[in-house]
């Protein structure tokens, strides 16, 4: 059975940094893709970025130059560094891995809270 935990949410003050970590189970992912999302109250799942099995990366623009999407396919763990951190940020961030278009498997969730 997959399973991915999120881990590094918490409340953190507007321009700090957090990391969070996806540690994925029951599955070797190195051939998948791996990605992040959000979901703040009241609003739909938001892409913010990917990673493919080769490397590549994909962000949306709200998080360009502010998030940075890694991988360590020996220890099938992902990171999501997010550093300048807004307000706006706030929200449940899910990682998520892929084989081909849709994304198969996902975590539940950690919270991360910008205060101002």
């Known amino acids: 059975q997959v399973q991915l935990v999120e881990s590094g949410g918490g409340l953190v003050q507007a321009g700090g940094s957090l990391r969070l970590s996806c540690a994925v189970s029951?599955?070797?992912?190195?051939?998948?893709?791996v990605g992040w999302f959000r979901q703040a109250p009241g609003k739909e799942r938001e892409f913010l970025a990917d990673?493919?099995?080769?490397?590549?990366?994909y962000y949306t623009d709200s998080v360009v130059g502010r998030f940075t999407i890694s991988r360590d396919n020996a220890k099938n763990t992902i990171y999501l560094q997010m550093n300048s951190l807004k307000p706006e940020d706030t929200a449940v961030y899910y990682c998520?891995?892929?084989?081909?278009?849709?994304?198969?498997?996902w975590g539940r969730g950690t919270q991360v809270t910008v205060s101002s």
């Open positions: 029951g599955r070797t992912f190195s051939t998948y893709t």
């Open positions: 990673m493919t099995w080769s490397g590549g990366t």
């Open positions: 998520a891995i892929r084989r081909v278009t849709q994304y198969d498997y």
